[in-house]
């Protein structure tokens, strides 16, 4: 599905490469105005900064020339005045291009999160969701990074470095291109460190990595570690995790300081010729002291200007690998998509209809689910029954059209697949396995179930039907209150009636339960179970559950062994007809017998 | 309420001091041991910016000598023939130095950063492995109290910010401050008017620095702790697409998605205002104060108080003296994260271990014969609610005994307390004669063989995994255990072999593959007592049937002591016992306890697994 690449970016060619960002540069280009201004900037504060250094050298050279110094007055509020300047347009041009890069920034996580919405469930089986996290998250700052701050610099570099030489040039040719060369070695220095130092930095975060890791399986089979008695040996291998991170430090201490060295030592021999070849001309007096500080000072501002063009370019490798994987998410294509002439139901009676259904993952030896046809009359109620891994939630994914299945299932009598999803999914509600959910206040969650905000009456109606009144009211904000990381934890139980509540929030016409009963009590379940049979009259549910007792009631019981349907049936039949059933459902009846010993 | 939530998220992370003497003294203890590796970083850091002040001094004096010295020379010839070369060969003599000094700069500033992470690595890696040894000492229910994800955090980035600590924090700061007084000094020499100017202004750029080091600090935090909120809510909904999809409320998450990110916009807006404000204000600051050297500099040049040559020092010098006061900031945030960090691990240091070894332990007798005894043993994790009372049993050298009953009746309390996890309350427990609490614990624990119900493998090779650094486990062992286990086919399938690299947890292999596994590598150090918590996890019948054969093998002539969930295991124990609540109800064999109809019977009928 996605690739499964990380820190080395795949041989693209290099036009295809500068297109991937050139898309990229397109969604900053949509803020033209705001760019514009803060491009506009940069000019302004590079011809203050090199007219500051003019007027500091000219001043010297005046005082060579034994000028009275009453001048400094003026030239000191002057200088001052052209600083603030300079510093009004900085902060400008700031705002509007790093500001502009969040919006992009901002824009772009928009629209992968919104393509990862609309993707299919077969695809987020498939992905790890730490891999696609890192793409939103690390991948969209690389490449904003590049475009953003990146541009901003590269800018203010491409009118500072030529503008000062030219300045510089003017003043002594020879001076200017000897002191030019050292400086390019701070760009060259630049473009081949960096992607070393990524490099090694890369291998000091995998073995922090691997650090993490080792602590992890240790702390985690804690157990183990102590009952065998490997505390000792443990600590050994801890230490060599950690003496391997030692090893990447230095490698990578090397490295940066070899750069480190190298650029402050291009930048003083820069010098070199401004001391000698500038010295001459003084003593030659074809040069003032001034004109001497101006090489100075230009020089040294001129500095930064020419390693944020190096690291620029060593940033850029980077930036494109991102640029593709972020491309590779926003070119995914549906599979379950509406057909074009999608129909709604006017009223949808919940009648469901399978016919020869059977799905295979994707890249999966054998089908999860093959052969399964049967009728689900309207109002009625089918249980899905089986061991671990028989199929169970994958036939109740394919409903909802979760997944696409092969084979045919119709509600009321049209296929699923030529309804719109609005009205297939709008007529169903899940309670899923997990039972997932948000954290958010109570009252969001079962919100969500509802197209619109629910009043007071119609929540407390769903608490009450869940049995969860008395718990809802113990919560210290109630209705309001937050659960979940931050707020108060439900136990598997609640959870489980909660999410409940949210399905029955949607007034469903088909309701699918998932297992959803299994960690509440049975005497919580056949409330439970009474209850929505009351206020559901006229409601098709399907339920799975691994408790046989959840599904006795139901009209027709399904059990599946292996993706394959063993028997369908009432709770009576199958107790004569299947032998698994006949087991199981004698072992539940004694394990109850036994908890109440 | 998205932004109040957000504002409150912003409050949360709680600030700690930036100085803390106790703390610092705490950590010096772990920094005395490397004093050499310190003392070093000083003297390269104290070179470096000797040589760092040496170059702009050779440029006055370059100016101040020949250059100077060839104009008032012309001066005086008023117009006749002027030979330069004798000043040119000295201003060659300047330029050589100025590049004999730039090269050494060179040179010291590469060996700089690298004794520098030489340095704090050495003290880091120390304190690592000191803080990942101290907790592994520490009580089973600790590690049940903690999520393993903060412990991981201890020895990582807590770690991490400790090293920083060292690299760039105290050595730098203390450094710099020695930088910033000796510039002074030297100001101060070059030209007292104009260095009291720049003493003057000075503070000016400090409280710059200060004021914004509190300012860049919130609104990090509260960029962080948004962008966290952002990235969990994703994976919340990553997590949850299922339900987002069948409620088709994909534009409702999209929506809220909207507003976190704009949250987390909202705080990188104020982010982004507070940096374009600092460097500006920065720059203008130092403008200021250059201005003013040259407003009061102009003066003393023209009145003859300092050479050109002074000024264009003056000059220089000043920059290395700006540059440690405008970072003085950033370090001193470094200095906040570093010590709340050191707080968390010292926490961790300060938990003592509560199962001390005894002062003189017993090493195993050898040979170990595997006599167990539990005499009158009552354990409670809570004195409130007692998990055993007054439990005795034996097990007599190459017995099995079984333990049956229903969950929580205190089974595998009784293996945690036989592995010394924890101490019995009252009574004692005796290995061949001796109180557990007296013998050599590692020692015999290495000589147990041990079975878990979480089939824990370890990543590494699946040759690491049968030794598990047991020194009596020979190549020979192994390959028996093997074999008798039945493993061998299953190793062998591997691409590896016995080199195989196993992924996390073992996921590689099986359910029943593990169980499989972790049976041979009980067997391989051909334990005299055996400890044996049999998986409740299902697997097929053929697999089940081999696990079955490599159980009866482990049990085989030797001491054992077994929760039982297989109906051959517990058929064939030579005693059963079974509890109820903590207390021990019926003992006898199989048959005797079938025959009895009690409590047993029932359990029997229902968690005892047949084959299909």
């Known amino acids: 599905m996605l690739s499964r690449l990380h820190h080395e970016p795949p041989p693209s060619r290099e036009p295809e490469r500068v297109r991937r960002l050139l898309g990229f540069v397109r969604r900053f280009l949509r803020h033209r105005r705001a760019l514009a201004f803060g491009v506009a900037c940069i000019p302004v504060v590079a011809a203050c900064d090199i007219r500051l250094t003019l007027w500091f050298g000219d001043a010297l050279t005046r005082l060579q020339a034994e000028e009275d110094p009453a001048f400094l007055k003026g030239l000191f509020f002057a200088i001052l005045g052209v600083a603030a300047v300079q510093g009004l347009f900085r902060y400008l041009q700031r705002w509007w291009i790093v500001g502009v890069s969040r919006k992009v920034e901002a824009e772009l996580k928009q629209e992968l999160f919104d393509k990862l919405e609309s993707l299919p469930l077969a695809f987020h089986v498939q992905s790890r969701s730490g891999d696609i996290i890192s793409r939103l998250t690390s991948d969209v700052e690389n490449v904003r990074m590049l475009i953003g701050p990146g541009s901003m610099y590269v800018l203010g570099s491409l009118f500072m470095v030529p503008g000062s030489l030219a300045v510089l040039f003017h003043i002594s040719p020879g001076v200017t291109l000897a002191m030019s060369f050292p400086l390019l070695l701070v760009t060259v220095a630049m473009m081949i460190m960096t992607p070393k130092l990524q490099r090694h930095s890369t291998a000091v975060q995998e073995s922090l990595a691997e650090i993490a890791a080792r602590a992890q399986e240790s702390f985690a089979?804690?157990?183990?570690?102590?009952?065998?008695?490997?505390?000792?040996?443990?600590?050994?291998?801890?230490?060599?995790?950690?003496?391997?991170?030692?090893?990447?430090?230095?490698?990578?201490?090397?490295?940066?300081?070899?750069?480190?060295?190298?650029?402050?030592?291009?930048?003083?021999?820069?010098?070199?010729?401004?001391?000698?070849?500038?010295?001459?001309?003084?003593?030659?007096?074809?040069?003032?002291?001034?004109?001497?500080?101006?090489?100075?000072?230009?020089?040294?501002?001129?500095?930064?200007?020419?390693?944020?063009?190096?690291?620029?370019?060593?940033?850029?490798?980077?930036?494109?690998?991102?640029?593709?994987?972020?491309?590779?998410?926003?070119?995914?294509?549906?599979?379950?998509?509406?057909?074009?002439?999608?129909?709604?139901?006017?009223?949808?009676?919940?009648?469901l209809a399978l016919r020869e259904v059977s799905y295979v993952y994707a890249g999966a030896a054998r089908p999860a689910l093959t052969g399964i046809t049967l009728d689900v009359p309207a109002g009625t109620t089918l249980g899905v029954v089986g061991p671990t891994g028989s199929g169970k939630s994958t036939l109740l994914n394919l409903l909802g059209r979760l997944f696409e299945a092969q084979g045919e299932i119709r509600l009321d009598g049209v296929p699923v697949k030529s309804l719109t999803l609005d009205c297939l999914r709008g007529a169903l509600a899940y309670v899923p396995q997990d039972s997932f959910l948000f954290s958010d206040t109570y009252r969001a969650n079962l919100e969500f179930g509802a197209d619109g905000p629910l009043d007071e009456a119609a929540l407390r109606g769903l608490v009450e039907q869940v049995?969860?009144?008395?718990?809802?009211?113990?919560?210290?904000?109630?209705?309001?209150?937050?659960?979940?990381?931050?707020?108060?934890?439900?136990?598997?139980g609640q959870r489980q009636r909660?999410?409940?509540?949210?399905?029955?929030?949607?007034?469903?016409?088909?309701?699918?339960?998932?297992?959803?009963?299994?960690?509440?009590?049975?005497?919580?379940?056949?409330?439970?179970?009474?209850?929505l049979r009351r206020a559901g009259r006229g409601r098709t549910v399907v339920v799975a559950a691994h408790r046989l007792g959840t599904v006795r009631a139901a009209e027709q019981i399904l059990v599946l062994r292996e993706g394959r349907p063993e028997a369908l049936g009432t709770h009576e039949e199958l107790l004569e007809r299947s032998r698994w059933y006949r087991e199981t459902w004698e072992r539940q009846r004694m394990s109850a017998e036994l908890a109440e010993l | 309420m998205a932004n109040a939530l957000a504002e409150e998220l912003d409050k949360d992370e709680v600030a700690t001091k930036a100085w803390d003497s106790a703390v610092l003294g705490r950590l010096w203890r772990f920094a005395t041991p490397h004093r050499g590796k310190f003392a070093l970083s000083f003297a390269i850091l104290a070179c470096l910016f000797f040589l760092e002040l040496a170059s702009p001094w050779m440029l006055k004096h370059a100016i101040d000598g020949p250059i100077t010295a060839a104009s008032t020379a012309r001066a005086a010839l008023e117009g006749g023939e002027f030979d330069a070369?004798?000043?040119?060969r000295e201003l060659a003599w300047w330029g050589l130095a100025y590049l004999v000094v730039v090269l050494l700069a060179a040179v010291f500033r590469y060996l700089e950063e690298n004794q520098l992470t030489r340095t704090g690595q050495a003290v880091v890696t120390d304190l690592r492995a000191h803080l990942f040894a101290h907790m592994q000492a520490l009580e089973l229910s600790w590690f049940d109290r903690h999520p393993t994800g903060s412990l991981v955090t201890r020895v990582t980035n807590d770690v991490e910010n400790l090293n920083e600590l060292f690299t760039s924090g105290l050595i730098v700061l203390l450094f710099d401050m020695i930088k910033v007084a000796v510039v002074l000094v030297l100001l101060f020499l070059v030209s007292p008017p104009l260095a009291f100017l720049v003493l003057v202004l000075t503070p000016v750029l400090i409280g710059v620095s200060l004021v914004f080091r509190g300012g860049a600090r919130r609104a990090h935090r509260s960029v962080r702790a948004r962008l966290a909120r952002l990235n969990g809510y994703l994976q919340e909904v990553l997590s949850g697409i299922r339900v987002v999809q069948v409620f088709r409320?994909?534009?409702?998450v999209s929506r809220r998605f909207g507003a976190q990110l704009a949250d987390v916009n909202e705080a990188h807006f104020r982010t982004i205002q507070l940096f374009a404000l600092f460097f500006p204000i920065?720059?203008?600051?130092?403008?200021?104060?250059?201005?003013?050297?040259?407003?009061?500099?102009?003066?003393?040049?023209?009145?003859?108080?300092?050479?050109?040559?002074?000024?264009?020092?003056?000059w220089f010098w000043l920059q290395v003296f700006v540059g440690p006061i405008r970072e003085l900031g950033e370090r001193y945030n470094v200095l906040q994260s570093a010590f709340a960090s050191a707080e968390r691990i010292f926490l961790i240091l300060d938990t003592p271990a509560t199962l001390a070894e005894p002062a003189a332990s017993r090493a195993l007798a050898l040979p170990f014969r595997g006599h167990v005894r539990f005499e009158h043993v009552s354990f409670a994790y809570d004195p409130r609610s007692p998990v055993l009372s007054e439990l005795s049993f034996e097990i007599p050298p190459g017995a099995t005994v079984a333990l049956v009953g229903a969950t929580g009746a205190g089974k595998s309390t009784i293996v945690n307390l036989l592995l010394r996890f924890y101490d019995p309350t009252s009574g004692r427990i005796t290995i061949d004669g001796v109180d557990l609490r007296e013998l050599d614990t590692q020692a015999f624990r290495e000589r147990l063989g041990l079975v878990l119900q979480e089939d824990f493998l370890f990543t590494g090779t699946v040759r690491e995994n049968l030794v598990l650094g047991r020194a009596h486990v020979s190549p020979e062992s192994m390959a028996r255990a093997l074999e008798v286990s039945a493993a061998n086919d299953i190793v062998q399938r591997l691409p590896m072999g016995l080199d195989t690299e196993l992924a996390e947890r073992g996921a590689t292999l099986s359910t029943g593959e593990r169980e499989l596994i972790a049976i041979a590598r009980a067997l391989a150090g051909n334990p005299a007592l055996v400890i044996l918590d049999e998986a409740t996890s299902s697997v097929d019948s053929a697999t089940e049937a081999r696990i079955e054969a490599a159980t009866y093998e482990l049990l085989r002539a030797r001491s054992a002591l077994v929760v039982a969930h297989r109906l051959s295991t517990v058929r064939r124990a030579d005693k059963i016992l079974v509890l109820h609540h903590g207390k021990l109800r019926e003992s006898g064999t199989h048959a005797e306890l079938l025959a009895h109809n009690g409590i047993y019977a029932r359990l029997h009928a229902l968690q005892f697994r047949e084959p299909e």
């Open chain 2, 282 to 314: 920065v720059a203008w600051v130092t403008v200021l104060i250059q201005a003013g050297v040259l407003w009061r500099g102009g003066y003393a040049i023209h009145g003859h108080a300092i050479t050109f040559g002074d000024f264009i020092l003056f």
């Open chain 1, 498 to 531: 909660t999410c409940i509540a949210r399905a029955l929030a949607r007034d469903p016409r088909v309701l699918i339960l998932d297992d959803a009963l299994s960690a509440v009590d049975t005497e919580t379940e056949s409330r439970l179970l009474a209850s």
């Open chain 1, 467 to 492: 049995a969860m009144t008395s718990e809802v009211n113990a919560f210290p904000s109630g209705l309001e209150q937050l659960i979940g990381e931050r707020g108060v934890t439900l136990s598997g």
């Open chain 2, 85 to 88: 070369s004798p000043y040119l």
């Open chain 2, 249 to 252: 409320r994909e534009q409702r």
């Open chain 1, 221 to 351: 089979g804690v157990r183990v570690v102590k009952g065998y008695g490997l505390v000792r040996h443990e600590i050994a291998r801890f230490r060599a995790v950690s003496e391997t991170n030692r090893t990447h430090q230095l490698k990578l201490a090397r490295v940066s300081g070899l750069q480190d060295a190298w650029i402050h030592l291009s930048y003083d021999l820069a010098f070199l010729p401004v001391l000698v070849v500038g010295g001459w001309a003084m003593i030659d007096r074809t040069l003032a002291v001034g004109d001497l500080f101006k090489f100075i000072d230009l020089g040294f501002k001129v500095f930064w200007p020419v390693i944020a063009l190096g690291w620029i370019a060593g940033l850029f490798p980077r930036a494109v690998a991102s640029a593709q994987r972020i491309d590779e998410v926003l070119d995914q294509r549906s599979e379950i998509v509406e057909a074009n002439d999608a129909r709604t139901l006017p009223s949808v009676a919940g009648a």
